[in-house]
């Protein structure tokens, strides 16, 4: 249930999401969120001093989740 909640919530985001963004559709906390880019569980770019995450890449993670 919860899973299609999330991705309901996808829906509606472009296809880029913000780290705050991200933060949001997970429910997690700015830590968490970095910590899943930087151990390589979620891929997400450095872009001018701010993190983007593909929509794609961000279902992926919630469906294998």
Same mark, same amino acid.
């Given at each position: 249930?919860? &899973?299609?909640?999330?991705?309901?919530?996808?829906? *509606?985001?472009?296809?880029?999401?913000?780290?705050?963004?991200?933060?949001?559709?997970?429910? &997690?906390?700015? *830590?968490?969120?970095?910590?899943?880019?930087?151990?390589? &569980?979620?891929?997400?770019?450095?872009?001018?001093?701010?993190?983007?995450?593909?929509?794609?890449?961000?279902?992926?993670? &919630?469906? *294998?989740?």
């Amino acid at each position: 249930y919860r &899973i299609c909640e999330v991705m309901k919530m996808l829906d *509606n985001i472009p296809d880029t999401l913000t780290l705050k963004e991200l933060q949001e559709v997970l429910q &997690i906390g700015k *830590n968490t969120a970095l910590r899943l880019v930087h151990t390589g &569980i979620l891929p997400g770019h450095r872009v001018g001093g701010k993190w983007l995450f593909f929509k794609a890449d961000v279902e992926v993670f &919630i469906q *294998n989740s």
